[in-house]
């Protein structure tokens, strides 16, 4: 994933001179999928949850997973943006589980963690920290100190969303720990003032 999909789709299949794919170039599926990227990109929700949806009834149809998790995905995002907070959870929680099923946690990754900013604006915050703490101890497990740093901080501030300010400022006193250990001396002493400002209850 590319931290927003599981695989590309513009990376399926031989690139043309231009850099287009040229394989399955007249796929319905794929053109409703690559216009609402653009429609996307361009600010326009409803155009681009229409494509989306499009393109995942397509895929559906030609039994490609990829492109169910990638459309999923993408309908995700476009329900997170316009503030459909249930139904981009719905949709991550697709993608999500077609992840499980071809054993990629790199993309699992960052579909929970967009998963856990749904849950957060619905003020869901317990599933949050559920999917947050899952990460933490996949960066634990293989030792990615940068991925354990972003999600302590999203922990932090979710304790903080939950007024619970000592568990919020043991997250960060982890933080600056991480930094300490690698001679990040600015940002661990940074760290270390934010845990202790909301110690303090400041």
């Known amino acids: 994933m590319t931290s927003e999909f599981i695989q590309p789709l513009n990376t399926i299949g031989p690139m043309g001179e231009d850099g287009k794919t040229d394989q399955d170039d007249d ?3 794929r053109k409703d999928y690559r216009e609402g990227r653009k429609l996307f990109t361009d600010g326009n929700y409803t155009q681009a949850a229409l494509a989306f949806h499009n393109a995942l009834m ?14 999923s995905d993408r309908l995700g995002d476009t329900c997170l943006a316009r503030g459909e907070y249930a139904m981009a959870i719905a949709n991550y929680q697709r993608a999500a589980s077609i992840c499980e099923e071809q054993d990629d946690s790199f993309s ?3 579909v929970n963690r967009k998963m856990a900013a749904a849950y957060r604006k619905l003020g869901d915050r ?5 999917l947050l703490y899952d990460m933490l101890e996949h960066y634990r497990l ?15 501030e979710t304790f903080v969303e939950q007024g619970e300010m000592l568990k919020a400022a ?3 006193r982890s933080v600056s720990s991480i930094h300490s250990r690698f001679k990040h001396e600015r940002l ?6 934010r845990a202790s ?4 209850g400041r």
């Open 27 to 29: 796929n319905p599926a």
């Open 58 to 71: 397509g895929f559906e149809e030609q039994g490609d997973r990829v492109g169910v998790a990638n459309a």
């Open 108 to 110: 699992l990754l960052a």
């Open 126 to 130: 317990e599933k949050a920290l559920e």
């Open 142 to 156: 293989t030792q990615n100190p940068e991925g354990a740093v972003a999600t302590l901080v999203l922990i932090a």
């Open 170 to 172: 043991d997250a960060y």
């Open 188 to 193: 661990a002493r940074e760290f270390a003032e």
């Open 197 to 200: 400002a909301l110690e303090q």
